[in-house]
């Protein structure tokens, strides 16, 4: 858990290190910051150094109190109200708003959760059913056991590509490796469990299991690299899929 694993923890205790990170993530997309933005500048070296404290995180742990009681108060402690909410994207909430969006043409970000009634559109079985024969029918695509790839990468901080390898099975297991600068990252899901395995300028444990939100999306991800399963993967993981996806569909066509 978080608080066994780093030091100087105090209030997001008990949950997984690759949860922790995750949070650690949501707020640099929440402030506009990075990590040594957050910590001292000393702690882009080196893990350890990230316990260290300064006003910064002390303020951050107010603001953590401060929404978990808004949420709990006001929503029954459903995660409602988050650090993004005030600051989107910014290191300081805006106070005055912005008439660029006040008399935008079209709203500058559309809600995500958002759902459009489509009576007229196909049904998503059909929708996917042309995908499926599209990509060479369904007994050409069963007969697809395994798959072995090998590509680039590029991350959204990195500055050049990185070899990339892949390795499938069905119905649902994978690995990846990336080949970077500082050694390789080996992320597998086995069909029931998840690890990423990385050198410790990328994460803080040398063997980091996933947990989740993280787990369900490496089996996910593992099962859609055989598309003949693709409706059996959605239907029993999102029972509610056809909705959420002819909404998505009506937005991107207009």
């Known amino acids: ?18 949860e922790f990170l995750d949070t650690m993530g949501m707020f640099a997309a929440s402030t506009g910051m990075n990590c040594t933005d957050c910590h001292i500048s000393e702690s882009g070296g080196s893990w350890a150094r990230y ?38 994207g910014n290191r300081r909430p805006k106070v005055i708003p912005s008439l660029a969006v006040q008399y935008a043409v079209d709203p500058l970000i559309d809600d995500p959760y958002e759902t459009i009634p489509s009576p007229d559109a196909p049904p998503a079985d059909a929708v996917l059913d042309k995908y499926i024969q ?67 300028e990328v994460k803080p444990q040398p063997v980091m299991a996933l947990t989740g939100g993280n787990l369900e999306g490496a089996g996910f991800e593992a099962e859609l690299l055989f598309p003949a399963r693709i409706k059996q993967a959605l239907g029993i993981r999102y029972p509610d899929f056809e909705r959420h996806m002819l909404a998505a569909l009506d937005r991107s066509v207009g």
């Open 51 to 88: 316990a260290d404290d300064n006003q910064l995180k002390r303020t951050t742990r107010g603001m953590i109190a401060m929404v978990n009681t808004f949420n709990k108060n006001n929503f029954g402690g459903r995660t409602v109200l988050t650090c993004y909410s005030c600051h989107n």
């Open 1 to 18: 858990m978080s608080d066994q694993f780093f030091k100087n923890v105090q209030v997001l205790k008990g949950i997984p290190v690759d």
């Open 134 to 200: 599209a990509s060479g029918g369904a007994a050409k695509l069963a007969s697809v056991t395994s798959i072995v790839g090998k590509g680039s990468y590029h991350g959204y901080d990195d500055f050049e590509m990185f070899p990339f390898d892949i390795f499938a099975k069905a119905p649902n297991q994978r690995t990846t490796i990336l080949h970077s600068q500082y050694g390789d990252t080996t992320m597998t899901y086995d069909g029931r469990e998840g690890w990423i395995a990385a050198p410790t």
